[in-house]
């Protein structure tokens, strides 16, 4: 069964940090163009950081550019957003996704394009 699965989500203070992991099962993320996005509540799903197959290319959305850093692992399959100095805009459910197409860390994350998603793990921002 191909399935990513979200974890490392949680309530933490501003200016605090969280790490998320994203693993694949039933595929090789190697393959796959691999990216975060999130959805605070009343918004649309933006597309947060993305990075290429390889890794060698990543995406950051302005809003977080500087502050998040995203990383991956072929060999473990999994794929991780560091997050520091985090802010209550910040808030939302995080998703992982993988695109197995020609996309670009940059076109995937503008275009929230992924054959496959996560199910989100809820960031909380709050003193």
């Known amino acids: 069964q191909l399935q990513l699965v979200e974890s490392g989500g949680g309530l933490v203070q501003p200016g605090g940090s969280l790490r998320l992991s994203c693993v694949a099962s039933?595929?090789?993320?190697?393959?796959?163009?691999m990216g975060w996005f999130r959805q605070a509540p009343g918004k649309e799903r933006e597309g947060v950081s993305c990075?290429?197959?390889?890794?060698?290319?990543?995406y950051y959305a302005d809003s977080v550019e500087g502050r998040f850093a995203v990383s991956r692992d072929n060999a473990k399959n999994t794929v991780y957003l560091q997050m520091n100095s985090l802010q209550p805009e910040d808030t939302g459910v995080y998703f992982c996704?993988?695109?197995?197409?020609?996309?670009?860390?940059?076109?995937?994350?503008?275009?929230?394009?992924?054959?496959?998603w996560g199910q989100g793990t809820q960031v909380t921002v709050s003193s």
């Open positions: 990075i290429s197959k390889r890794g060698f290319n990543e």
């Open positions: 996704a993988a695109d197995g197409g020609f996309s670009t860390a940059h076109s995937m994350c503008r275009m929230k394009s992924g054959d496959y």
């Open positions: 039933g595929f090789t993320l190697d393959d796959y163009v």
